[in-house]
């Protein structure tokens, strides 16, 4: 193997042009090599809101909109291993009973894209950005799905990553990318 395929190798490689909201991304997901990083780290919810957020809730730290579909947001010290741009996946552990709330906000979680930074005080934690019009239901009442997800521990699993200025404006679009790539390996 020449130095030059070594040293790509080590580097996401990505090509492609973006989407829009009425027609699905073309972005190629960049693959991240043969080793795909899985992190154990505190799951939670937040909404994009000056409350939970700076002073602009609709825009990232990374400068992306603050699209409640598929950004997820990280600590400051996993900045290093998923900087902004990576497409995450969650894998919640076997078991019966499972003391936050993810199962029950799931279904809205899917791939997600670190696209956001958390305060410099939590650790080890991806915060998944939910949409304030939606609701779960909790013991017969319904609760915001970043209230109800509580604070959970479960794995991430680097999935790719993309660039900013094309991440999907849908989850479906999002897994679309995902899927496409991963039947290319």
Known sequence: MSIFSIALTGFFVWSGIGGTASQP?????????AVTEILSVKLTGYN???????G????????????????AARSRDL????????????????KK?????YKTVEHLVGYRV????????KEKQIDVLFDMANAVDVGGKATNPAVA???????????????????????EDLAKLVNRNLAIR
């Open 25 to 33: 991304a073309t972005a190629v997901l960049s693959q991240t090599n």
């Open 48 to 54: 994009a809101v000056p409350e939970q957020t700076d």
């Open 56 to 71: 602009d809730p609709h825009t990232t730290a990374s400068g992306a909109f603050s699209n409640p579909e598929v950004i």
């Open 79 to 94: 900045a290093e291993t998923l900087p902004f741009g990576t497409v995450i996946s969650f894998e919640a552990p076997d």
């Open 97 to 101: 009973e499972f003391s936050c709330g």
């Open 114 to 121: 670190i696209a956001d930074t958390m305060h410099e005080r």
């Open 149 to 171: 997800t509580g604070i959970c521990n479960l794995t991430v699993r680097v999935v790719g990553k993309i660039p900013l200025k094309e991440i999907p404006a849908t989850q």
